[in-house]
């Protein structure tokens, strides 16, 4: 594992997961790799509460500079370079993402849909409502900025967990 990478106590990373240089894996995150591959790319998070799973034929492939917003569910499917997946969104088996797009937060993409590079998503089922905009393409940008460097605080010991009591 590159040394730049964080994995939050509490996360759980377990099989076959690789994972680029300055990825984050946030609190409670799981990442199950154990029937197929899981592969994230480098400045990718995986932020609180997001699941990544696999089926057998099916593995996960989440591209570079990727926000994945918390309690979003990827399950055996593909997130190419520069996109946003939004909290709560569900990814199913076969499903793909193109370049540089957006899939708003409770969508759900199903089995093996194609959106297309550049594209918002929305609803359930995920329907494709325009072209991502420049200001989307920022806010694509800004997020993955922001999580490398809270990343970076995080593993240098910024936030120690509190010690509680029952």
Not at 12 to 39: C, F, K, M, N, P
Not at 68 to 83: N, W, Y
Not at 141 to 160: C, I, K, L
Request: with cysteine; net charge neutral.
């Amino acid at each position: 594992m590159h040394p730049t990478v964080f994995i939050a106590p509490g996360a759980v990373v377990l099989g076959d997961v690789t994972l680029g240089a300055q990825a984050s894996v946030w609190y409670g995150a799981v990442l199950r790799g154990d029937v197929d591959a899981i592969v994230i790319g480098e400045k990718t998070n995986l932020q609180d509460g997001t699941i990544v799973h696999v089926d057998t034929g099916h593995p996960a492939r989440i591209g570079a500079r990727v926000g994945v917003g918390h309690r979003a569910i990827l399950h055996g499917c593909t997130v190419e370079d520069d996109c946003l997946i939004g909290m709560g969104s569900v990814l199913l088996n076969g499903a793909h993402i193109g370049t540089g797009s957006v899939v708003a937060a409770g969508a759900v993409v199903p089995e093996d849909t194609r959106v297309p590079p550049g594209s918002l998503v929305v609803g359930v089922p995920a329907r494709v409502t325009r072209r991502v905009d420049d200001a989307l393409r920022a806010r694509i940008r800004d997020t993955w900025e922001h999580y490398v460097a809270e990343a970076a605080r995080h593993r240098a010991g910024a936030f120690p967990l509190a010690r509680t009591s029952l």
